[in-house]
């Protein structure tokens, strides 16, 4: 069969495991990017809009520019716990999703938005709780001449995500952690939060290690050539 580019669905996707999705919910995007060395991380252009706690697995949309009717088709196909990732082009002149689509969404249990796109009707989400992340709003709405892909890889916020990805998101933004990379992660994700809790903990009681935090900045940029002048 030749495959019709541009207008078709893949159902035949691996999910990251529920259970692995809520081990990670409570991490913040910052570890988890960090244990990654600082990488996959979406911009900061793709912002919360109401509630930012976001956990769950990618089910992928690609739209052509300004037009809604396969993201319509992808919340009938996304299962309970997918977030529905919407590659939009970046295109802010019309919205693809607004509240009646939220609304919807978050009846069928899907467990987050995001558009690299525009979305309107931002205030109902203050009342909705359902996670959404776009690059910006416009009342000007979409159309619905159809075409685009759902569950194919897809650009959202400069980075490449790949139905069944896991993506965890809170008021700093998005990260994406590859399904195959999720489970030797988890770990080293659990233990960078438990090293870092322990530290804030000591200096919200004032125990600072004010020593070793100098000389291990000292000794850094005095590898650069360093000059104090006195």
């Known amino acids: 069969m030749i495959p019709n580019v541009g207008c078709r669905v893949n159902l035949d996707i691996q999910r990251a495991p529920g259970s692995l999705v809520e081990q ?3 991490i913040p995007a910052s570890n988890i990017s960090d244990i ?3 990488f996959y991380c979406m911009e900061s252009s793709i912002s919360p809009y109401g509630t930012p706690s976001l956990a769950g697995v990618a089910f992928t949309v690609k739209t052509p520019i300004g037009d809604n009717a396969m993201i319509h088709y992808a919340l009938d196909l996304a299962e309970p716990g997918d ?3 919407v590659d939009g082009g970046a295109e802010l002149s019309r919205a693809l999703m607004g509240e009646i689509m939220f609304t919807y969404a978050w009846q069928k249990g899907i467990a987050g938005i995001i558009v690299d796109g525009a979305i309107r009707d931002v205030d109902c989400l203050s009342r909705l709780p359902l996670p959404v992340y776009a690059s910006g709003v416009t009342p ?3 159309y619905k001449n159809g075409y685009g892909e759902i569950n194919f890889p897809v ?3 400069g980075q490449v995500v790949s139905p069944g990805d896991i993506l965890i998101g809170d008021a700093d933004g998005i990260v994406v952690i ?3 990379d999720a489970p030797l992660l988890l770990e080293l994700a659990q233990a960078k939060l438990s090293s870092e809790t322990v530290r804030l903990e000591s200096y919200r009681e004032g125990k600072l ?3 070793q935090h100098f000389a291990e900045y000292d000794t850094l940029l005095k590898k ?5 002048l006195r």
């Open 24 to 26: 990670y919910r409570h």
């Open 36 to 38: 990654m060395n600082r």
């Open 83 to 85: 977030i529905l990732v």
């Open 140 to 142: 000007q709405g979409p």
């Open 178 to 180: 590859r399904r195959q």
């Open 224 to 228: 650069q050539g360093l000059q104090v």
């Open 155 to 157: 650009a959202c916020g």
């Open 209 to 211: 290690d004010d020593e």
